[in-house]
T-cell receptor, first 112, second 111 residues
Framework: DGGITQSPKYLFRKEGQNVTLSCEQNLNHDAMYWYRQDPGQGLRLIYYSQIVNDFQKGDIAEGYSVSREKKESFPLTVTSAQKNPTAFYLC???????????FGQGTRLTVV | DAKTTQPPSMDCAEGRAANLPCNHSTISGNEYVYWYRQIHSQGPQYIIHGLKNNETNEMASLIITEDRKSSTLILPHATLRDTAVYYCIAFHMEYGNKLVFGAGTILRVKS
């Protein structure tokens, strides 16, 4: 089945450690996105990529890094520079320039 | 990108139509109106989109005013499973554009 997969669903890390969240899609979509959602809040865009080997900062990119070496994969690294990393992280993909995006089920990151 | 404005919350009786408004008075001629919804603790789900004409699919109908300054998402027969946050987004299909979500409307469907 085609879809977008985020793993793991729950992730715990100690403060000061970098952590990488996985996002894989087999929809042959060009564009991929990473969002962060805090309790009771809307989605905030971290990074997005519309083609392989290219990505742009979203509204809250500080403390995060991404790579887009393959069309299918868009991993997000939460670095120790991110002051409040505990949040729900969502990955999405879409066909080219369309806003009809498909979302993964999310990764809930807790930093203790 | 045009800013959209939605009411923070709405209630709807089960089985009745849910009409969710969205204002986008600064929308440009080539910006589409997209609607998503997010059920608690899940990723958002695409519902429908349109440019000028009204649109209908198996999930909902989208009514866009003639001046395109506002739109309404209609769920014809709301069920308890339609309880979610609904997001209205104005999106211009060009390279480098980004999909940005606002605060949305919390729709509570009550029995």
């Amino acid at each position: 089945d085609g879809g977008i997969t985020q793993s793991p669903k729950y992730l715990f890390r100690k403060e000061g450690q970098n952590v990488t969240l996985s996002c894989e899609q087999n929809l042959n979509h060009d564009a991929m996105y990473w969002y962060r959602q805090d309790p009771g809040q809307g989605l905030r865009l971290i990074y997005y990529s519309q083609i392989v080997n290219d990505f742009q900062k979203g509204d809250i990119a500080e403390g995060y890094s991404v790579s887009r070496e393959k069309k299918e994969s868009f991993p997000l690294t939460v670095t120790s520079a991110q002051k409040n990393p505990t949040a729900f992280y969502l990955c999405a993909s879409s066909i080219g320039l369309s806003a009809e995006a498909f979302f993964g089920q999310g990764t809930r990151l807790t930093v203790v | 990108d045009a800013k959209t404005t939605q009411p923070p919350s709405m209630d709807c009786a089960e089985g009745r139509a849910a009409n969710l408004p969205c204002n986008h008075s600064t929308i440009s001629g080539n910006e589409y109106v997209y609607w998503y919804r997010q059920i608690h603790s899940q990723g958002p789900q695409y519902i429908i989109h349109g440019l000028k004409n009204n649109e209908t699919n198996e999930m909902a109908s989208l009514i866009i005013t003639e001046d395109r300054k506002s739109s309404t998402l209609i769920l014809p027969h709301a069920t308890l499973r339609d309880t979610a946050v609904y997001y209205c987004i104005a999106f211009h299909m060009e390279y480098g554009n980004k999909l940005v979500f606002g605060a949305g409307t919390i729709l509570r469907v009550k029995s």
